[in-house]
């Protein structure tokens, strides 16, 4: 499985989605611009012992390019996704992608492929939850479908 963080902002998130992607076995892309230093002190303290940051692959080809190459075969979370993430059967390599904290995932990528959207669902509607647990659902749940087998 492979989480992707589009335009990551807060080192704390990305640094704890590294230790969660470790821990379960997936491996995690960023496609930049990146709000950080990647090999700052703040995403090592959230990660350390579990990933280098030197494991984290970021996509440098631009992100239309990336949206040309893997557009159709990843899963776009978002709050405003069509289909509700426990709905997904997402297979044996599934690409989670995650827009970023403030902004979340351009309209045109969603317009796109609306077929390609999820949603975790809100009781309330007052804002979205933080990046790092929509990740660990979402990861958890590709996790569940495999009855965790390929985690351990």
């Known amino acids: 499985m492979k989480v992707v963080l589009y335009r990551p902002e807060i080192p704390q998130n990305t640094g704890n989605i590294?230790?969660?992607?470790?821990?379960?076995?997936s491996s995690l892309m960023l496609i930049p611009p990146v709000g950080f230093f990647l090999h700052s002190s703040t995403i090592r303290r959230s990660s350390v012992r579990y990933l280098q940051t030197?494991?984290?692959?970021?996509?440098?080809?631009?992100?239309?390019?990336w949206l040309e190459e893997f557009g159709d075969l990843c899963w776009m979370f978002s709050t405003r996704g069509q289909i509700r993430y426990d709905q997904v059967v997402y297979g044996q390599s599934p690409i989670l992608l995650f827009?970023?904290?403030?902004?979340?995932?351009?309209?045109?990528w969603i317009k796109n492929f609306p077929q390609r959207t999820v949603y975790i669902p809100l009781l309330q509607k007052k804002g979205s939850l933080n990046l790092s647990n929509a990740a660990a659902i979402a990861i958890y749940e590709v996790l569940r479908q495999r009855n965790f087998l390929s985690s351990y």
């Open 54 to 65: 030197e494991d984290i692959e970021v996509w440098n080809n631009g992100e239309d390019k």
């Open 99 to 108: 827009g970023s904290e403030s902004l979340g995932l351009p309209d045109l």
């Open 18 to 25: 590294a230790r969660t992607c470790s821990l379960t076995g």
